[in-house]
């Protein structure tokens, strides 16, 4: 499996990321571990999560997904062959999101203790917080990179102007500036990040982790009726703006190039947007084994031009 340096890090990693968002929520301990084991055995080693995983479901709090990872680590001994990426910032019971030093402080120690590790590979502000400037978010790092507590930080859902100015910060006040993007882009939600955002992470050199990189599973092919969306109570709700003429046209572009490749449609919606300029890597998740297959299929899937352009075409 190639790998590939995460912007100006010393994290090499494989070409695609497993979300860990289903950790805890649609995809129990024993599945996890099933799924984390075939992720390896598949030749990838970059695991994406956060504090806030999977607080959302019912009767969870939050750190559901750190913990299975956590133990998952610990049982396999293998820590040093994953690069572990999580983050901060969400509501874990506050009231809001939350950028600030303090907070920040005790977040990273409990998903230390959820990981069972000492260190974070990749930790990322998961929010903007107006509400904090740059210089203490930024500071409340510094102390946690000399600690050795984390190793890389880097940020999630900022625009371009907010991403320019978070940097010119870490410049101007000399503290260490975000070196990975983490930003929703897949075939059908290009408008966000291709444009300004994008041209600002090529020319600072950023790594860039995508993520709802199947549009929540539209992009997979599973949804292409209103009838169709009961086939998933998690996210059948989330996937009906997308059944319209143009994500229709774009679910028709991919059955034709993952027919000429003898793959599936999210196996080729995945291997477009690894194959994007100023794209490191996309996130994806796997609740099956069958699902796992395909994202390990994806992450050494090579779209020809035609293949590209085809696709550039049917999502413009």
Not at 14 to 32: H, I, Q, Y
Not at 165 to 188: F, G, S
Not at 224 to 232: F, I, P, V, Y
Not at 264 to 271: D, M, S, T
Request: net charge neutral; hydrophobic share 40%.
């Amino acid at each position: 499996m190639d790998r590939r340096l995460l912007g100006r890090t010393d994290l090499e990693i494989a070409p695609l990321v497993l979300g860990g968002n289903v950790f805890g929520w649609t995809a129990d301990e024993k599945t996890s571990f099933d799924l984390l084991d075939r992720f390896v055995d598949g030749g990838l080693n970059a695991i994406d999560t956060a504090d806030v995983y999977s607080r959302w479901a019912p009767g969870n709090k939050g750190g559901e997904s750190e913990t299975i990872i956590g133990k998952w680590m610990k049982a396999r001994g293998n820590r040093d062959k994953v690069v572990v990426i999580t983050k901060v910032g969400s509501d874990m019971g506050q009231g809001r999101k939350d950028l600030s030093a303090g907070h920040i402080e005790q977040a990273v120690e409990a998903s230390l203790k959820r990981l069972q590790t000492d260190v974070v590979d990749l930790y990322l502000s998961h929010w903007p917080d107006p509400t904090v400037p740059y210089e203490e978010t930024l500071g409340a790092y510094q102390k946690l990179l000399a600690k050795g507590k984390v190793r890389h930080i880097g940020c999630s859902n900022l625009d371009a102007g907010q991403l320019r100015a978070a940097l010119d910060v870490a410049k101007l006040r000399n503290l260490p500036r975000y070196e990975v993007l983490q930003p929703e882009y897949n075939l059908y939600d290009r408008a966000s990040y291709d444009g300004p955002l994008r041209d600002l992470c090529i020319a600072e050199g950023l790594g860039v982790i995508t993520y709802f990189s199947l549009a929540k599973g539209f992009l997979s092919g599973k949804y292409r009726s209103k009838a169709d969306l009961g086939k998933s109570a998690a996210r059948g709700e989330d996937v009906e703006s997308y059944l319209n003429k143009r994500g229709m046209r774009i679910l028709a572009a991919l059955d034709a190039v993952a027919g000429r490749h003898g793959s599936k449609p999210a196996e080729v919606a995945l291997a477009w947007v690894i194959a994007r300029p100023g794209v490191t890597a996309p996130i994806a998740s796997a609740t099956t084994p069958e699902q796992m297959a395909n994202l390990v299929r994806a992450a050494s899937l090579k779209l020809s031009q035609v293949d590209i352009e085809e696709l550039d075409k049917a999502s413009a």
